[in-house]
């Protein structure tokens, strides 16, 4: 399962934590927290690939921080492909490919993955954050995105709220449900299934493209 969290908000590691413990269920193995610059992510590991703690997230390489849920069911067949590319390996692990894959391809490693994940790169040379959603939207991913200010987790209840959102609230009313982008609050979105967002820190600027969805049916 797993809980991921990020946020550029100035909270202590401690604070980051108590968020963590609210959610605490989703990852028993391991929390951790860590703090790169202004960025602080943290995570609630499910051990089930590669149980050794060099797995443990949030996961470096490089410049690239990664915090991620979920599973990449093809994650052997992407790590031949960076092999042959020159890159090397020192876990097991799917997350360390998925990250690897990114480095290499960036938003293109969504192409390459099938799998139902949610994850967050934060690239601190460009100052930027990188969110993804697996195609059909397994893994949740929610995000709040105010003045510059972002915060994600995989669930609600860590993050900051205020005010609920009433369109949302009548769209429940009507469908017994609330759709993606909408949450429960106003200040709360849910990224889409097979979507991807890019937050520029330094700019305050914040981009979603689409990289999956089903095709339109042509009737015979």
């Known amino acids: 399962m797993c809980g991921i969290y990020l946020t550029n908000i100035p909270f202590s590691n401690k604070q980051v934590e108590q968020k963590l413990e609210k959610i605490r269920f989703r990852g028993p193995d391991n929390i ?27 996961f470096i390489f490089e410049y690239l921080t990664l915090v991620y849920n979920g599973e990449i069911y093809n994650f052997k067949e992407v790590k031949n492909s960076l092999i042959q590319e020159g890159y090397s390996f ?26 139902m994940f949610a994850f967050a790169v934060y690239d601190e ?5 990188f969110i993804a959603r697996d195609r059909l939207g397994v893994k949740p991913l929610y995000y709040s995105w105010q003045n510059g200010e972002l915060e994600l987790c995989s669930q609600l209840a ?7 959102d009433q369109e949302a609230i ?30 520029n820190l330094r700019e305050n600027k914040k981009e979603t493209h689409s990289y999956w969805d089903l095709k339109e049916v042509e009737e015979s």
């Open 125 to 129: 040379n460009k100052k930027s954050v």
């Open 32 to 58: 951790s927290v860590l703090k790169n610059e202004n960025i602080s992510l943290g995570h609630l590991r499910l051990s089930i690939l590669d149980l050794d703690k060099r797995s443990n997230q949030p």
């Open 158 to 164: 860590p993050l900051n709220k205020d005010k609920l």
């Open 170 to 199: 009548s769209i429940y009313l009507q469908t017994g449900y609330i759709p993606s982008p909408f949450s429960i609050y106003e200040e709360i979105k849910k990224l889409p299934p097979g979507q991807y967002a890019t937050f």
């Open 90 to 115: 020192e876990t097991t692990s799917d997350t360390e490919v998925l990250l690897k894959g990114y480095h290499a391809w960036g938003e293109k490693i969504l192409d390459r993955i099938n799998g």
